[in-house]
């Protein structure tokens, strides 16, 4: 059974940083597509970063040169990078996995396209 457990949320102020980490087990990642959704109280969940697994990552626009993706293969971890946070990144973030081995350019975004969903961590940027 595949299971997704985020860790790395918390409260920061803006311009700060924060590193989210999925563990994932009952699976290795290097078989995955993997990423993370947020939501914001009162929106809905978007794509926020997605890797697939030959390492290709895309990103949303609204995080686009401040969050960076990783994997660590050995350890069986995704990484989220946080960087030059904004109010607006406030959201509980949510790891994903969908056992494939890429996902089409228009999917990654997709709620519809992860089998495996983590609990979600709460991230909370001050202004």
């Known amino acids: 059974q595949v299971q997704l457990v985020e860790s790395g949320g918390g409260a920061v102020q803006g311009g700060g940083a924060l590193r989210l980490s999925c563990a994932a087990s009952?699976?290795?990642?290097?078989?995955?597509?993997m990423g993370w959704f947020r939501q914001a109280p009162g929106k809905e969940r978007e794509g926020v970063a997605h890797?697939?697994?030959?390492?290709?990552?895309i990103y949303s626009d609204s995080v686009k040169g401040r969050f960076t993706l990783s994997r660590d293969n050995a350890n069986d971890t995704l990484y989220l990078q946080m960087n030059s946070l904004k109010p607006e990144d406030t959201a509980i973030y949510y790891c994903?996995?969908?056992?494939?081995?890429?996902?089409?350019?228009?999917?990654?975004?997709?709620?519809?396209?992860?089998?495996?969903w983590g609990q979600g961590t709460q991230v909370t940027v001050s202004s």
């Open positions: 009952g699976i290795t990642v290097s078989r995955l597509c």
């Open positions: 994903v996995a969908e056992p494939r081995l890429r996902l089409p350019p228009w999917a990654w975004a997709l709620v519809s396209q992860y089998s495996y």
């Open positions: 890797i697939d697994t030959d390492g290709r990552t």
